[in-house]
């Protein structure tokens, strides 16, 4: 019963915490797009002698799509995934508790769901 009270109070902090690390980790993703994508621009004026001497280097570019589909999915996805047989809305349909693989989508897709900052 304690177990059971602590963790419905802490519950609210928790996925406070979660979306905030989530937000900050989809912020960075977008900042190595935004870096990746000024680099290709480079390479493509440098003729592509820039990207031979990143890749000498050891920067690896590509690295921001390989991060998107590395993000978890949103917080709060596992707390639905963890009711047996999804939730019940509106008493007759159900959504399905395999919501996301833990991929958003294309960069694009992330683009657009979060605007830039100056």
């Known amino acids: 019963e304690i177990?059971?009270?602590t963790s419905e109070a802490l519950e609210p902090k928790r996925?406070?915490?979660e979306?905030?690390?989530y937000e900050r980790r989809v912020a960075l993703v977008?900042?190595?797009e935004a870096?990746?994508?000024e680099a290709m621009e480079l390479t493509a004026l440098c003729?592509?002698?820039l990207q031979h001497?990143?890749?000498e280097a050891g920067i690896e570019l590509g690295i921001a799509e390989h991060a998107l589909r590395s993000l978890p999915s949103r917080p709060g996805m596992s707390l639905i995934a963890s009711i047996p047989g999804g939730v019940k809305l509106h008493g007759t349909s159900t959504m399905s508790t395999s919501m996301g693989d833990g991929t958003i989508g294309s960069s694009r897709a992330l683009q657009s769901q979060t605007p830039r900052s100056p």
Do not use: F, H, M
């Open 3 to 5: 177990q059971r009270r």
């Open 15 to 17: 996925l406070e915490a």
């Open 19 to 21: 979306s905030e690390l």
């Open 30 to 32: 977008k900042e190595l």
């Open 35 to 37: 870096v990746e994508a």
């Open 47 to 49: 003729g592509g002698s």
């Open 53 to 55: 001497n990143a890749r």
